[in-house]
C-alpha cells in the first residue's frame, strides 16, 4: 500500500497511538488503513456416498482436486457464500448447510471454512473455473492430487466421521509455508 | 474508495471481465481492489460457574456488556487472535480454547466466531477498552444490557448446552439492520 485510497495522498506505516501494530496511516486526511485476513468458504458435497470434486481450471495448483470454495463477499453469509461458490464452480445447487470445518491459516491471512452439504439430484458440470467435476466415493479420492491441506483434512474428517454418523464442527490452525507448485 | 492504493490514480467501480460484481479498478496500474468481509474473534471464558463479562468503554455500544473479542489481525489465527483480545480487554490469560459459535453479520460484512476457554486462575481487570471486568454466574447475565446479539446467542447456547455438557460448535446467521445506539 502507498497511497491513501481515500484522498490519494502518500501513506505512512507506523504505529497508531493506542494500537500495538503498524498500519498505513494517511497524515492528509487522517484515515488508517487496517488490512485483516479473509475469508475463504466452501461446501463438501455429498449425494448418496459420494463426495463432489472439482479440477482447478485456475491457479494456484491448477490441475488439482479440490472442494468447491471461494472468497466470501460483502453483504454475503458464509453458508450463502459457500453455495454461490458451489453453483459458480460445479453448477451444482446444494442445500442444507451444516458449518463443518474451521482453518486459521495465518501464514497467508485466510480463515477456510467448509459447510457440509448436499446434492438435491446429481446434477452438476464444470464452471468456468474448474476443468472436470465428478462426484467420488472414498476409495477413488486423489489423495496426492489435492489442491491445498484444508481440502485433504476436511476429507479425512468426513470419512472418519461418517463411520460413527456423527459430524461436530472441527477447527483446525494450519501452521505452514504455502508448497511450492508442481510444473503443470 | 476514491484513489487507487497501488499507485494513487482514481479508480472506477465495474464489473471485472469474468467476475460478476462491480470492484473498485484502477485503470492505471490495473489493479482489482476486492473489499471481503472481516473477521471479529473472542473468548467465552469460564471460571468454574461464571462466565468473564467485560463493559465496553468504547463505542459501539459504550458501557454495554460483552464478551472480550475484536478483529482479527493478518498473521494471527484465530484462536490466538481470540486470545489476545482476551488479554487485552480483560487482563485475562485463557487456555483450552474450542470452537463454539460463528456468526454471519452480512449487513455490516463481519463474520464473528466465539471460543470457550477457561481462565487458569480468577486473575483479571479492565483493559483500557472496558470500564470493569466481572466473572457472573447465569442469574447474574445482565440480558438487557448486552451490546451485540452475538453475545446474547452465546450466552444462551452456553447456558443450554451446560445442562448436557455437550458444546456442539454452531453457526448462525444474523440478518438485521444494526441497532440504534441508546443515549449513554
Same mark, same amino acid.
Given at each position: 500500500?502507498?497511497?491513501?485510497?481515500?484522498?490519494?495522498?502518500?501513506?505512512?506505516?507506523?504505529?497508531?497511538?493506542?494500537?500495538?501494530? #503498524?498500519?498505513?496511516?494517511?497524515?492528509?486526511?487522517?484515515?488508517?488503513?487496517?488490512?485483516? #485476513?479473509?475469508?475463504?468458504?466452501?461446501?463438501?458435497?455429498?449425494?448418496?456416498? /459420494? *463426495?463432489?470434486? &472439482?479440477? /482447478?481450471?485456475?491457479?494456484?495448483?491448477?490441475?488439482?482436486?479440490?472442494?468447491?470454495?471461494?472468497?466470501?463477499?460483502?453483504?454475503?453469509?458464509?453458508?450463502?457464500?459457500?453455495?454461490?461458490?458451489?453453483?459458480?464452480?460445479?453448477?451444482? *445447487?446444494?442445500?442444507?448447510?451444516?458449518?463443518?470445518?474451521?482453518?486459521?491459516?495465518?501464514?497467508?491471512?485466510?480463515?477456510?471454512?467448509?459447510?457440509?452439504?448436499?446434492?438435491? &439430484? #446429481?446434477?452438476?458440470?464444470?464452471?468456468?473455473?474448474?476443468?472436470?467435476?465428478?462426484?467420488?466415493?472414498? =476409495?477413488?479420492?486423489?489423495?496426492?492430487?489435492?489442491?491445498? #491441506?484444508?481440502?485433504? =483434512?476436511?476429507?479425512?474428517?468426513?470419512?472418519? =466421521?461418517?463411520?460413527?454418523? /456423527?459430524?461436530? &464442527?472441527?477447527?483446525?490452525?494450519?501452521?505452514?509455508?504455502?508448497?511450492?507448485?508442481?510444473?503443470?
Amino acid at each position: 500500500m502507498n497511497f491513501c485510497s481515500h484522498c490519494g495522498q502518500s501513506v505512512v506505516s507506523r504505529i497508531p497511538e493506542g494500537d500495538s501494530r #503498524p498500519r498505513y496511516i494517511c497524515d492528509g486526511c487522517g484515515t488508517i488503513h487496517y488490512q485483516n #485476513p479473509r475469508v475463504v468458504t466452501g461446501c463438501l458435497v455429498t449425494f448418496e456416498d /459420494r *463426495v463432489l470434486m &472439482a479440477r /482447478r481450471a485456475i491457479q494456484p495448483r491448477h490441475g488439482y482436486w479440490t472442494l468447491p470454495a471461494g472468497f466470501l463477499e460483502n453483504g454475503e453469509t458464509a453458508a450463502a457464500g459457500a453455495a454461490r461458490e458451489t453453483l459458480e464452480e460445479a453448477c451444482a *445447487v446444494v442445500e442444507g448447510l451444516t458449518l463443518y470445518t474451521m482453518f486459521s491459516l495465518p501464514h497467508i491471512n485466510q480463515i477456510y471454512t467448509f459447510f457440509r452439504a448436499e446434492l438435491k &439430484a #446429481p446434477e452438476f458440470e464444470a464452471g468456468t473455473e474448474s476443468l472436470e467435476v465428478r462426484l467420488m466415493r472414498e =476409495d477413488e479420492i486423489p489423495w496426492d492430487e489435492l489442491a491445498f #491441506p484444508v481440502v485433504t =483434512d476436511t476429507l479425512k474428517f468426513y470419512f472418519e =466421521d461418517r463411520q460413527t454418523g /456423527r459430524f461436530p &464442527a472441527r477447527h483446525r490452525d494450519i501452521i505452514r509455508l504455502p508448497r511450492p507448485s508442481r510444473t503443470t
